[in-house]
């Protein structure tokens, strides 16, 4: 039975039991969805649950020159450009795609580049942000595959030999490498390292069976042909659903490889990871304006990826929703009833619940707290970058040090603050955006 056969199942069982519960029909809309979101969500963990079929591989008797982009934007980390350079492949070339403006950094990667013979590619403008940097580095290499590393990534040894051999057919255009996060140096880095570990590893491998896998910006090996065949990455801030949307619709797919784990560095501090939300947000939100109707009336793709695309990209424009929501309460009641107060819960924890994976209940206790109080702070950041993604969107670097964080502090307690004041103290999202000063203070 296929997998989204299950989900909107349990998805309007969900619906009913929340109209049983009293939900009138004005609220219809934002719980049907509620319902599938939170549907998904527990259909997906259970699935993560069972052990994941091996994926068919080839030998690989050629040795085809695959281009490494290492991606840079002020944001350079010595550690990675190690593993990049290290990579047990002998036809490989490594490029440093550098759009940074700081001379110290600037002057430092032209050593880097010397001493190990890599080619340097700047250009005079950022047109097109990581996107735009991409395609003009392709137009300096003549390579069959390429693959994108962001400036935090460690790649292992193996990963060009290994992603080779899931190559199996003319039809796959890439293949996406898991994660796992590196630098569980501190109490922050170490709980929300691990959100990231076990979000790879319960939200991607069903894709490979039940839905579309989806190219997710770095830590992949793509084949340039393919690329070229779609007229390279699109250039907007979410690049990467972007150009997963155009391969599909020209006949290509991906494959999730979950024994190939690259590092990816969690952002530093909290307002690293507040920036990192902005550029979700905005992409998010600027792909929805331009891809929807792509996605909805897609001729190659089945109505279960369809679907699974768009629940993926609305679970952080829903924040909107949320809003509405919020307001239409202070003039239309929610009749209350224990049935409708517990699906609630359910709803609010079903995204959290992979944190029952962890075996420690001490560890568990402390990922799902400071996890959940991080992205309840977000709830500002989600609206206000969302809004911005359909108006005006730009790329906003995660790791970009001495990046201003006054006005978003002042726009968190502002809204955290009209919330409380509208619910009476009520609200937890308003709650927790009002204490955003002090996660500057100990998350840093």
């Known amino acids: 039975m296929k997998l989204y056969v299950v989900i909107n199942a349990i998805a309007a069982l969900l619906f009913a039991l929340y109209i049983i519960g009293g939900v009138t029909w004005l609220y219809f809309p934002f719980f049907a969805f509620v319902a599938l979101f939170t549907a998904y969500n527990l259909v997906i963990l259970a699935y993560s649950l069972k052990k994941p079929s091996p994926l068919p591989k080839r030998e690989v008797r050629d040795i085809p020159k695959v281009a490494i982009l290492y991606m840079t934007y002020n944001d350079m980390n010595e550690k990675s450009l190690e593993s990049i350079f290290n990579l047990d492949y002998s036809n490989k070339e490594v490029l440093i795609v550098d759009d940074s403006t700081n001379p110290d950094m600037r002057k430092r990667l032209e050593d880097i580049a010397e001493e190990h013979g890599a080619k340097l590619i700047r250009r005079s403008n950022r047109k097109g942000f990581k996107a735009g940097a991409i395609n003009n580095a392709l137009k300096y290499t003549d390579a069959e595959y390429v693959t994108i590393c962001d400036a935090d990534e460690l790649m292992p040894a193996n990963f060009i030999t290994e992603a080779l051999k899931y190559f199996v057919s003319d039809d796959i255009a890439f293949v996406q490498a898991s994660h796992y996060s590196w630098n569980k140096d501190n109490t922050w880095r170490k709980y929300m390292g691990l959100g990231v570990d076990l979000h790879w590893i319960t939200y991607q491998d069903y894709r490979n069976k039940h839905a ?80 929807w109707k792509r996605v909805l009336f897609s001729k190659k793709l089945s109505w279960d990826q369809k679907e699974d695309m768009l629940i993926s990209m609305l679970s952080l424009p829903m924040t909107a929703y949320l809003v509405i929501f919020i307001v239409m309460a202070m003039f239309f009641t929610i009749p209350f009833s224990y049935l409708l107060g517990i699906l609630a819960v359910i709803s609010i924890f079903a995204p959290s619940l992979m944190f029952l994976k962890l075996k420690s209940i001490t560890t568990f206790v402390k990922a799902f707290i400071i996890n959940a109080i991080a992205y309840m702070s977000l709830f500002p950041t989600s609206l206000i970058y969302t809004i911005k993604g ?42 927790v955006a009002t204490l955003t000063p002090l996660f500057y203070v100990i998350w840093k």
């Open 390 to 431: 359909f108006i005006a969107p730009n790329f906003v670097v995660t790791g970009v040090k001495g990046a201003r964080w006054s006005m978003d502090i002042a726009l968190n307690m502002l809204i955290g603050a009209t919330l409380v004041l509208i619910s009476r103290g009520l609200n937890p999202l308003g709650i």
């Open 212 to 291: 579309i896998v989806n190219f997710l910006g770095h830590g992949a090996l793509l084949k340039v042909s393919a690329l070229k065949q779609v007229g390279g990455f699109p250039e907007i801030v979410s690049e990467d659903i972007a150009l997963t949307v155009e391969l599909y619709d020209h006949g290509y797919r991906g494959v999730f490889a979950r024994d190939i784990q690259v590092g990816e560095a969690f952002p530093e501090t909290y307002n690293a990871f507040q920036r990192r939300h902005k550029k979700w947000s905005m992409g998010a939100a600027e792909f929805m304006k331009r891809y």
